[in-house]
Structures are given as C-alpha cells and as structure tokens.
C-alpha cells in the first residue's frame, strides 16, 4: 500500500498507456492490448511478460519506456527553449530537462493569411493555419538535453507554437510549452 498505491493502481496505468499511444497509435496500442488480454488470460504476468509481450505486438523495441514507467518515477520535463526564424526557415529548440524521453511534437500555428504552407514527411496539415511536426524519441538517445526542430514550412507568419498540443506525456511543468511565453497571471 502506502500513500501513493492509489496513483500506482488506478491513475499510472491511464497516463502510460496514453503515452505509448502518442508514440506508436492508438489502434496499434489497443490491437496489442487487446492480444495482450487474450494471452495471458487466467495467468499472472509480471512487468516483465507485459513490456516483452507488448514490445512484440508493436514490433518495437520499447525497453526505455518500460524502464521509465514500470520501475522509476521519471517523468518528462520539456519545453521550447528559443525559436528562431531565418527566411523560411524556422528551428525550435526544445529542451528537455526530464529523465524520461519523450517524442518533439509541435503544433505550429500559423497567420490566418500569407504565403502557402509547404508539406514536410513529418508532418500532419490539421487545417489551413495549422500543422503537427513530429521527430521520434530517439533524438535524446544521443545524451544530449537541447533537440533543434528545424522547420521549413514556408514563409508563413508563425504565431505560436506548443509543445505536446495534445497533453499525451506526463510534463511536470506544462506553462513552459508554449511559444511566445504566455504572461504570467496578476494577483
């Protein structure tokens, strides 16, 4: 037991699986789980049995995210350190100051009108003024803290940009992922 259990028991276990659904699909988690269920029905599985079973079913190897949420209390701590913008071209770099990885997710929104928004292979046209740029979370694999995003959109205006616009990895600290910085509230 102990203060904790309730989190450990019923609230980890969401937050986990929402996680790993940001990084490989809500339908190849739920496809997984769902072999996961039938295999090991009537069976006591370990940590262990679950992390091998679900890394298979993913075709992954998913070792440190296992590691970071089965037997640590890691958590994430990203956020947009600087943007810069030169022509058409726009680097973010997020910093990420959490022991546990995390895959760069930005929603960069743009001005309502200007020039064309280009395509990139790693991104997602959500509508005419909003795009997803994502880059897997092999990029801390190397040790490094700082990942610059390099965005070649256009010359559209960019306004803002947030890191995990959909709130899918445990951040301690979500005010800092948002570009420009949003003022703090007066009292």
């Known amino acids: 037991g102990g203060p904790m259990y309730s989190f450990q028991a019923y609230g980890k276990a969401p937050m986990m699986l929402s996680m790993l659904g940001g990084i490989v ?10 072999g ?11 940590p262990w049995d679950y992390a091998f079973f679900m890394d298979a079913a993913l075709h992954r190897d998913l070792g440190w995210f296992w590691y970071s949420w089965l037997f640590t ?15 058409s071209r726009t680097t ?21 009108t200007g020039p ?6 790693n991104a997602t046209v959500v509508d005419d003024s909003t795009v997803i ?14 990942f610059d995003a390099k965005l070649h959109l256009g010359s ?19 005010e800092d992922n948002t570009w420009p910085r949003q003022p703090a509230p007066q009292e």
Not at 25 to 33: F, L, N, S, Y
Not at 116 to 121: D, E, L, S, V
């Open 92 to 112: 973010v770099t997020v910093r990420q100051d959490g022991q546990m990885p995390s895959p760069v997710v930005l929603a960069v929104h743009f001005a309502p």
């Open 25 to 34: 699909g809500d339908t190849a988690v739920w496809q997984a789980m769902s």
């Open 36 to 46: 996961y269920a039938r295999a090991w029905r009537f069976r006591h599985p370990s």
């Open 133 to 146: 740029v994502t880059y897997p979370v092999d990029v801390w694999f190397n040790g490094n803290r700082t």
């Open 116 to 121: 064309a928004i280009r395509p990139m292979a």
């Open 73 to 87: 209390t890691d958590a994430v701590n990203g956020y947009i350190e600087a943007v810069h913008t030169t022509g």
């Open 156 to 174: 559209r205006k960019i306004e803002r940009i947030v890191l995990d616009p959909h709130c899918r990895f445990p951040d301690a600290d979500v």
